[in-house]
T-cell receptor
Framework: ELKVEQNPLFLSMQEGKNYTIYCNYS?????LYWYRQDPGKSLESLFV?????AVKQEGRLMASLDTKARLSTLHITAAVHDLSATYFC????????????FGKGTHLIIQP | DARVTQTPRDKVTEMGQEVTMRCQPI?????VFWYRQTMMQGLELLAY????????DSGMPKDRFSAEMPDATLATLKIQPSEPRDSAVYFC???????????FGPGTRLTVL
């Protein structure tokens, strides 16, 4: 059974700082997804990483995937308050299935 | 713009009552998922369909939950009878055939008293 672990689960940081969220998964996967969720809202797709070494960037967020290490990272550069949210990584549940197994989420608070 | 829609957005019901949640996937998406989110368990996959056929419902309590897709524009998730432990936010998501990026609906917040 696939397990997806994120760390940290809670992160409070100051505006302007850089930080990285880590996502480890337990079984082989060539795809990894990152989502953002604001309080009381739905999940917004941020990145879809489809191969080993994939790197995608959008604004102050950059995601990467190392399938050999079963590790994905979400890097935040020069954080701003608007990036405060919960960030989830997810991987296909396995066996050719399309359903996703999600990590527990990283609750990110960015303080002025 | 294309979005997944879900109804109702909020539902409060009493234990033992039947609950039906509906989802309209993005037009042209052939894969539809149902997820449940709770504080304790996080996001869990309940079931999913491809081309209206159920592919996996192993995440669903079979005795009380049922999921169907009567046509390409409607997916339903039914709970009968409902129990307080079913209280959660239920999300529907849809995905196009090739890329598998899943787009989530706004969710149905279910409270069972």
């Amino acid at each position: 059974e696939l397990k997806v672990e994120q760390n940290p689960l809670f992160l409070s940081m100051q505006e302007g700082k850089n930080y990285t969220i880590y996502c480890n998964y337990s079984t082989t996967s060539d795809r990894l997804y990152w989502y953002r969720q604001d309080p009381g809202k739905s999940l917004e797709s941020l990145f879809v990483l489809l191969s080993n070494g994939a790197v995608k960037q959008e604004g102050r967020l950059m995601a990467s995937l190392d399938t050999k290490a079963r590790l994905s990272t979400l890097h935040i550069t020069a954080a701003v308050h608007d990036l405060s949210a919960t960030y989830f990584c997810a991987a296909p549940s396995g066996g050719g299935a399309d359903g996703l197994t999600f990590g527990k989420g990283t609750h990110l608070i960015i303080q002025p | 713009d294309a979005r997944v829609t879900q109804t109702p957005r909020d539902k409060v019901t009493e234990m033992g009552q039947e609950v039906t949640m509906r989802c309209q996937p993005i037009l042209g998406h052939n894969t539809v998922f149902w997820y449940r989110q709770t504080m304790m368990q996080g996001l869990e996959l309940l079931a999913y369909f491809r081309n209206r056929a159920p592919l996996d419902d192993s995440g669903m309590p079979k005795d009380r939950f049922s999921a169907e897709m009567p046509d390409a524009t409607l997916a339903t998730l039914k709970i009968q009878p409902s129990e307080p432990r079913d209280s959660a936010v239920y999300f529907c998501a849809s995905a196009p055939a090739l890329y598998n990026e899943q787009f989530f609906g706004p969710g149905t917040r279910l409270t069972v008293l």
